[in-house]
Structures are given as structure tokens and as C-alpha cells.
């Protein structure tokens, strides 16, 4: 199953190169909670490791040294969102482990 959520960030990373960051990001974040929620943590943090190494491959990114960057962020988004999904007796939990994550990750990416 790994296989189909890499194909399918792959597929928003290439088909999308056109539009902005600010567009193809959320659409590869989802895959990356959806694979968490869907097969695995290890799994999402996989995917979010090889979406940025790939694009640089492709060329859609140009800046190789990003590359670990967008990768420790997407780990960091995968392991932060599947702490909060984990725990089955928390009352929305999903919710604030997007808004959790998602936070630390912009935290992360913008110091």
C-alpha cells in the first residue's frame, strides 16, 4: 500500500510542478496523513523522505540542500500527527493532531 500513497504524492508533486508551493505542500501533507492513518507511521515518514528527494531528481526542486530539510519537517509532521492519533481516548484527536502538527512543521521550517 506504501507503493499508491508514494505514487499518489508523486503524482500532486509532478502534475501540479506548475502551480505554487503553496498548493502542491498541502495536497503532499494530506497524503501524508492519510498514509498514517491508512498503513502506517513508518510507512508516511517513508513517503515524506522520498517526496523531496525525488522531486530534486526530477528537477522540480532546485536546491538540493532543502532536501533534508522538507524531509526532517515531513518526519516531524508524520510523528507529531501520529502521537495524536494513537490515543483513542482523546476527543478530537485527529483535529489537534493536524493542527498540532502542522504547526510544529512550520515551526520547524521557518527557523
Do not use: H
Not at 7 to 13: E, I
Not at 32 to 48: D, N, Q, R
Not at 52 to 62: D, E
Not at 91 to 97: M, R, T, V
Amino acid at each position: 500500500m506504501l507503493i499508491y500513497f508514494l505514487r499518489l504524492a508523486l503524482v500532486f508533486q509532478i502534475g501540479f510542478a506548475s502551480f505554487a508551493q503553496i498548493v502542491v505542500g498541502p495536497l503532499v501533507n494530506m497524503v501524508l496523513f492519510i498514509t498514517v492513518m491508512m498503513v502506517s507511521p513508518v510507512s508516511a515518514m517513508l513517503v515524506g523522505v522520498l517526496t523531496p528527494l525525488i522531486a530534486f531528481l526530477l528537477g522540480i526542486m532546485g536546491m538540493f540542500p532543502l532536501v533534508p530539510v522538507l524531509a526532517i519537517g515531513n518526519m516531524l509532521l508524520v510523528i507529531v500527527f501520529s502521537l495524536f492519533y494513537r490515543q483513542k481516548n482523546l476527543f478530537l484527536n485527529e483535529y489537534i493532531g493536524l493542527f498540532v502538527s502542522a504547526l510544529v512543521k512550520f515551526v520547524f521550517s521557518n527557523e
